[in-house]
């Protein structure tokens, strides 16, 4: 398997794979509390079997090429990812989105893995929209999305039902042409 860097010592970005459903389901367990105050994740992975199917739907919209999850990990251990939840190629969208256990909270671990994924959606896979679909209260995941350079286009008001309640929903995105830009002058 192969690992892409992250510049920091010990970081990098790698696949996700089924086989891996195990320390997939002992990082949700690490981080589910935390995770789940802004992502459902944590509702969905609750034992082996379902986090086999998560990342089989994952491994699955890779074959299609219509998604990817890759894991963040800090000195070996798995403490996040990054995903393209959706990918249209034909249409050229995505969205994109992230989540880290609180113990790798703080060092920028997600910036840089999301600027990884979303560079290949840019240049390989000719991804002229990329989208970051945010809860308001998600305060570090929209310093996120400014850092990478993403414009907020709007607020879906009550868009989102979470564990029984409505939630607005912020949307952000960068262009492709803005994307390219960005990379330029950095």
């Not at 944590?42 to 034992?47: A, C, F, G, H, I």
């Not at 999305?145 to 949307?171: F, K, N, P, Q, W």
């Amino acid at each position: 398997m192969y690992a892409i860097s992250l510049g920091d010592e010990g970081a990098e970005l790698c696949p996700l794979e089924p086989w891996q459903a195990e320390e997939f389901l002992a990082h949700m367990d690490r981080g589910r509390e935390f995770i789940g105050r802004h992502n459902g994740l944590p509702d969905v992975v609750t034992d082996v079997e379902s986090s086999r199917a998560f990342l089989q739907a994952y491994a699955d919209k890779t074959a299609s090429d219509t998604g990817r999850i890759h894991g963040i990990r800090w000195d070996g251990t798995l403490v996040g990812a990054v995903i393209l939840r959706t990918m249209d190629v034909a249409q050229r969208t995505a969205e994109a989105g992230c989540w880290l256990e609180p113990a790798a909270v703080g060092r920028g671990l997600v910036t840089r893995a999301a600027r990884v994924l979303i560079d290949w959606a840019v240049e390989q896979r000719g991804i002229h929209r990329v989208e970051w679909w945010v809860s308001p209260d998600n305060t570090p995941s929209i310093a996120v999305a400014r850092r990478l350079g993403m414009t907020r286009d709007g607020v879906l008001r009550a868009s989102h039902l979470y564990r029984g309640e409505r939630h607005d929903e912020e949307i952000w995105s960068v262009l492709a042409p803005e994307w390219r830009a960005a990379r330029q002058t950095a």
